[in-house]
């Protein structure tokens, strides 16, 4: 039988488009090229721009973990106090971060599927102070966005530093710094940006750039903001090797992002989330995350309890039928799976994944009627197209 090309659909990576790809495969130059340098510094300047960061964006060679670790490793010392917002699996790994570090680290932690309130942070920080306030945007394990517009503003008042783990959000969930209160936000490439995997990419606030700074010299090198800093300034200097090709392909995706406009871009998410979330909903699947703190950019699926479905071999077969999605983390492994819909996926794309998802559930015996997950999206699209 013919393979089916297998669509990206797990929580990141996400497909890569073709002019993107392009720019990964061109033959690499050297990093003091002219040209490159005006291409870095188009990227930095677009970064600041579109995510309203007066302070500094930093684009280096890491996964977004690195960029997590980067965050806490400028702005505080061994003995700072943290409050770390967990609403699941990688608010966790912060806390273990933090730790690490050494700093004294509160937990507020939501039941997974839901979400630490802005209430709940105003009473913790009104009980103790902290030097760091750290939130997942958008939590991996569960689909759930947090409220961080909120949250920032209460953070603000408190006077910590507000970190904020946009790794499964920047580009596809509204994040703007200066506005949000924010200090450093955190990324990488291969979610909302539709890049390979690679990339760190960090906006750090002024408050936040003046920490650093008042920190003296840090254990840390590579992850130092006061080594990149003249680099970001000014790339024709040298801290570590520029990652040349996958900054290109930055580029090309910031120019996608600016092409569609990033608060189309941002609406297109929104609206796009709840077709696949009412799509898949349709075929007896059930939606972990809360109404009220659906991410536009993944969800989390759980099987209907009566069919009773054997979560790898479901996996497989959507992989079969020419989709790739994940599985669920923690409590909720084997339960379900976890689907990306975020970064430059078309129609296409969804109609075709979710049409290898229905297959695959028809495939294990789930009971439903074929072509109505794809009706709820051709009837949101054409709606879309006459908005
Ligand atoms: N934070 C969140 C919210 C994530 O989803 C992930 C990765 N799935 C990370 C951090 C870690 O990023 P990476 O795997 O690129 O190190």
């Avoid at 209160?181 to 990324?187: E, M, R």
């Avoid at 569609?260 to 909903?281: N, P, S």
């Avoid at 809360?290 to 699926?301: G, H």
């Avoid at 020419?322 to 970064?343: E, P, Q, V, W």
């Amino acid at each position: 039988m013919l393979k089916p090309h297998r669509l990206v659909m797990i929580p990141g990576p996400t497909p890569v488009v073709r002019s993107i790809q392009d720019q990964m495969g061109r033959e690499t130059i050297a990093f003091g090229d002219p040209d490159f340098i005006e291409d870095f510094k188009s990227v930095v300047r677009d970064l600041k721009e579109l995510w309203q960061c007066s302070g500094q964006a930093f684009v280096l060679a890491g996964s977004g973990t690195l960029a997590m670790e980067m965050a806490i490793a400028n702005i505080s010392k061994a003995g700072d106090k943290a409050l770390v917002c967990s609403n699941g699996f990688f608010g966790d790994r912060y806390a273990e971060i933090c730790r690490r570090r050494g700093l004294k680290v509160d937990v507020l932690s939501a039941e997974w599927g839901s979400s630490v309130t802005p209430e709940d942070v105003k009473n913790k920080l009104s009980e103790s102070k902290y030097d760091i306030v750290t939130v997942t945007h958008v939590e991996t394990s569960t689909g759930v966005m947090a409220p961080i517009d909120e949250i920032g503003k209460i953070v603000q008042e408190h006077g910590a530093l507000f970190v904020v783990d946009g790794v499964a959000a920047s580009g596809g969930a509204e994040e703007y710094v200066d506005p949000m209160g924010i200090d450093v936000l955190i990324s990488c490439s291969q979610k909302a940006f539709g890049v390979a995997p690679g990339l760190a990419i960090l906006w750090a606030s002024k408050k936040a750039l003046e920490k650093r700074r008042s920190l003296g010299t840090i254990l840390d090198s590579y992850m130092d903001f006061e080594k990149w800093l003249p680099v970001m300034e000014d790339p024709s200097k040298y801290w570590g090797t520029h990652p040349i090709n996958m900054i290109w392909a930055l580029k090309e995706s910031l120019r996608i992002i600016k092409e569609e406009g990033i608060k189309e871009r941002y609406a297109r998410h929104a609206r796009q989330a709840v077709m696949v979330d009412e799509a898949i909903a349709s075929m007896g699947f059930s939606i972990l995350a809360d109404k009220n703190f659906r991410a536009p950019t993944l969800s989390v699926y759980l099987y209907p309890k009566e069919a009773n479905v054997d979560d790898a071999k479901f996996r497989a077969l959507v992989a079969e039928e020419g989709a790739y999605i994940a599985s669920c983390l923690g409590d909720y492994a084997g339960k379900g799976f976890r689907m990306g819909h975020m970064g430059n996926i078309d129609k296409h794309i969804l109609i075709s994944a979710v049409a290898a998802i229905e297959r695959a559930a028809m495939r294990v015996g789930i009971k439903l009627e074929p072509g109505k997950a794809l009706g709820i999206l051709q009837s949101g699209f054409v709606e879309e197209s006459s908005n």
